[in-house]
């Protein structure tokens, strides 16, 4: 694991705050980014690929120079995937090391008391990886890249009712993101006349009351809010069901983890993304992202959490060479909300004073007979 030392770049900011001179952690030859996220505990994989998405990218760029003669630094605190941890990580880069923006926040770490700090000290969050609509409220100084759930599930029901299916059922996590994810499914079917779906709520232990819950009303499509892990056991059980419903799991889980879970017994499962397919190498960003990740990391280890990282760096590197030479974060904003069309390799992106939303592109894959991403 290739990491950044964070000392170096806060022993710097510390003295240039000292001194009174780059209070928006920008200097002649650096743009400080902050970041809190699990590099240790259970959400330590998840926490490294944002990471090292992030730092693949800005090794490129720097590597080239940087923006206007800066380079972007990124230094990311451990929080071990606990809140109120990350929430002290964000006080400390925000009001003790003066960091310019807060950058690719996992969503466990989003929070009302986050965003309040935000709002409160102007600094930007640039990026969190999440679908969750908190990051989607009006607020000056949140910019989102990725699609969000109620667009992944809206992309979900329009494909699937095109086809004639009318009934869907939702398998998801009971906390705040999978009632989010049910609401999002209701107004999808409210919209197009179709029948209220059934949401069974998933608990351990009661994987055979969940699945009749879900299966009640005999539904066409059954779409799973899970991670990977449960997802997997979810779908085997939904196959031992003999449901003939068509199963599609949201981009909580990582396609490719789930895909080696279930192998041939993943036939037909249909997933949604909310990044190109990784082996989609025809677009730039795609290819531009491997070859980066290969580089920063030394394997060919990818996800679509690196990915969207290393898009949504490369899209704050845009921003900033808007800006200007003479960056502050007033600057970074106007040239983001003037940012109407911008093509990252494939990958278009475009805010407004009233969209801060990038992006609502959602891919559809599906798991071949031999347990192969299909695209």
Not at 137 to 163: N, S, W
Not at 198 to 206: D, E, I, L, Q
Not at 265 to 270: D, F, K, S
Request: proline share 6%; net charge positive.
């Amino acid at each position: 694991m290739i990491a950044l030392d964070p000392r170096p770049l806060f022993a710097a900011l510390l003295c240039a705050v000292s001194l009174g001179a780059w209070a928006q952690g920008v200097t002649p030859r650096t743009v400080a980014l902050g970041q809190s996220a699990p590099l240790s505990g259970p959400a330590r994989a998840h926490g490294e690929e944002i990471r090292n998405g992030a730092l693949a990218y800005l090794r490129t760029l720097n590597d080239a120079g940087g923006v206007h003669g800066r380079r972007i630094e990124l230094a990311t605190l451990d929080d071990a995937g606990e809140p109120e941890r990350a929430l002290a990580n964000s006080q400390r880069l925000v009001e003790e090391l003066r960091v310019f923006a807060l950058f690719g926040y996992p969503a466990a770490n989003l929070s009302r008391e986050l965003l309040a700090l935000v709002q409160r000290s102007r600094v930007p969050l640039f990026a969190p990886v999440s679908g969750a609509r908190i990051a989607r409220q009006p607020a000056r100084y949140v910019f989102t890249v990725r699609a969000g759930h109620a667009d992944e599930v809206e992309r979900a029901v329009a494909h699937y009712a095109e086809l004639g299916l009318k009934r869907f059922a939702l398998l998801r996590r009971d906390d705040a993101e999978g009632a989010e994810i049910a609401e999002a499914l209701r107004a999808a079917l409210r919209r197009r006349g179709l029948p209220e779906g059934a949401a069974a709520t998933v608990k351990p232990g009661n994987a055979a009351g969940t699945l009749r819950a879900a299966l009640a009303q005999e539904p066409d499509v059954v779409l799973v809010a899970a991670p990977a892990a449960p997802a997997a056991d979810l779908l085997r059980s939904l196959k031992r069901a003999g449901s003939p419903a068509q199963a599609l799991v949201l981009s909580l889980a990582d396609p490719a983890l789930l895909a080696r879970s279930l192998g041939r017994e993943g036939a037909g499962v249909a997933l949604s993304q909310v990044v190109p397919p990784l082996e989609r190498t025809s677009l730039p960003v795609v290819a531009e992202y491997r070859a980066a990740m290969e580089a920063e990391t030394g394997r060919k280890d990818t996800s679509p959490a690196s990915l969207e990282a290393y898009i949504a760096a490369k899209v704050f590197a845009e921003a900033v060479r808007r800006a200007g030479p003479a960056l502050t974060r007033d600057a970074l904003l106007l040239a983001l909300e003037a940012m109407s069309a911008y093509d990252a390799g494939g990958y278009l992106v475009g805010y407004s004073r009233s969209n801060h939303q990038g992006s609502a592109r959602i891919e559809l894959l599906a798991i071949g007979r031999d347990g192969t991403l299909l695209h």
